[in-house]
């Protein structure tokens, strides 16, 4: 059912799908980018598979072309951004190098932006500091499809934590997890197949454990990490707040059940409280010689990715990871292998290519 | 089987054991309030319980009264602090001021220490950012208790996050927890009752689910937050992985498997790594104003705690609380009606009065 694509070639598509919304040669390949980035590590949900939502949600005027993304207050390592309402796929890089240039200068760089829009993975804006041999982060808040623990309404996103770390002679750590138990993406594959979800990802709109990957439509809620309270569902709420308040509240962007929705269908919410703009990120970047000299860390980093993936396994036949192992592997798969898209994918980007008369690659193999 | 004693009465016995050790008496005030905020809080398992462990570390050689922590390297916006084997309930503070002078000058402070030892709860340490309007942020590595995602080995401490969020009219937002299932603490609840534990928290030791709480003396391990690898154990295993790395790998102090023990019974670790030194803490001071207004992120606050409160509960008897919550209603139970301690922390504190001749407390009702 799948059909998989070169990566060049999706790429050149989805760059050529956004200079015909009106983007120049950079911004759309920018995008572009970032949006394959998604696909390439294997985070299928958040790659060509919303190109269609956000040419959706340009149309519906909730996303400006012609945004230009400021800077609206900074101290030598703070920079609060207001983005415009820009493509957050664009938004994202512009606020991240902000905190990188600013960890050049004075150390570390944290950045608040408002009035933005969906970023595509954080872990691609996060890795951004990786090549300034910095940590870099990168949260974001969402619409909301999780609940607090003891509650049955939907408060939260699945509010995503993106933490990227540079090593010396092994690659990077890269962490890039949603605080919700199950992404929202992974509930979508088995909604695909009719399949039941595992226990702990799903509330019913009475607040009971449910298997029912629809559940979700049907007034239901995900869950944090944790799951159960017992088991720490309190903590996985405490992550997504977190997220929430830096990406929302701090720079006065909507936040918890105000996060205006990534569908263009569904309504603005109404009731928002009054400034709070867009949905909302924070980007940090921390210069490791600003604390110790760069090599002497990556010695000690290194023997930290050596010792755990040395650490005794569970299972003989599968060692023990270490953050990112996994998307760094899929991606060299895709690289040389291409990418594998769902035939529902596929259909809505034949209908993109109908709708802007741009050129739709052909599969790798018929 | 608990015994009930005033604030105050335990606040002196707790200083006057540390000034018997050789700290001068503000030194003795703060480390004792450090341990004290513990047992307000609710964290039993953090505060005068341990006041022995730090004793016998004391006595081990393994921390020194004399030391003075010093910063070795430092940014505008950053610091490399060495504890100088010193008691993590002072070096925190110290460093955390740090992290908040640099904010206030800069923006945003971040400080990463090496060789240290273990400084009570992070979430007192993150909370002295609240009164100069900043949000606060405490890490810190401990002894190796959790095993990752898909290992049978013990490789991380329980490595808690604390991150502090002033508010306007309502009480600041507090989130302090491990990234654990459960905290270690919690385990020995269990063990003293000899009950059972939920399922989630500990695996034996070939790695198989368990409910006995002594199989982690048995060679087990307790499992980070998520429980399961289909609901998420590989996020709290990455989040321990980042307290880890930020506290530990940073600064060149312990890491993983290499983090001193607590109890003193232990030997160090032999195979550590060159110049990793004790444990290891990351603090973070960032200023609210250095982003946008106080007083619009002061509105922006209330509202969302206010919203999160009248989310809708699971049980109408229960309503949704904000981090934080729990905690400070136990303080102020507490603050009026007493810190309860077990009979076996009476017992140790009695021993350790007899140790030092210093004068223990009547309890509040016999």
Known sequence: MDQTFAVGDLQAFCADIFQRMGYDEPQAKLAADVLLKA??????????????????????????VDARPFVVHET??????????????????????VAIQKARQVGSGWVAVRNSNHFGIAGYHAMLALEEEMIGMALTNASPLVAPALSVERMLGTNPIAVAIPAGDEPPIVIDMATSAAANGKLEILQRK?????????????????????????????????????????????????????????????????????????????????????????????????????????????????????ARPLDAAEPVKVPGDPERMMEAQRRELGIPLHSSVVQALKALSERFGAHFPDPLHK
Chains 1, 2 share one sequence.
């Not at 609060?80 to 512009?94: Q, T, Y």
């Not at 799903?202 to 017992?230: C, H, K, M, N, V």
């Not at 000299?293 to 990715?305: L, Q, V």
């Open 194 to 310: 009719q399949a039941l979800a595992p226990e702990g990802w799903i509330q019913d709109a009475d607040g009971r454990p449910t298997r029912d990957p629809f559940a979700l439509q049907q007034g239901g809620a995900l869950l944090p990490l944790g799951s159960r309270l017992e088991t720490g569902s309190h903590k996985g709420y405490c992550l997504s707040a977190l997220v929430d308040i830096l990406s929302g509240v701090l720079p006065g962007a909507g936040f918890g059940p105000w996060v205006p929705p990534f569908v263009h269908f569904l309504p603005l919410p109404q009731d928002a409280p009054p400034g709070a703009a867009g949905i909302g990120h924070f980007f940090g970047a921390l210069r490791i010689d600003a604390f110790r000299p760069a090599e002497a860390f990556k010695t000690h980093i290194d023997s930290w990715i050596r010792r755990f993936r040395a």
């Open 76 to 97: 030598p390592s703070t920079a609060w951004i207001d983005g415009d309402r820009g493509l957050g796929l664009l938004v994202a890089p512009f606020a991240m190098r």
């Open 39 to 64: 696909d390439l590590r294997g985070i299928d949900s958040h790659g060509l598979a919303r190109l269609s939502g956000y040419v959706r949600l340009w149309e519906a005027g909730r996303i400006r």
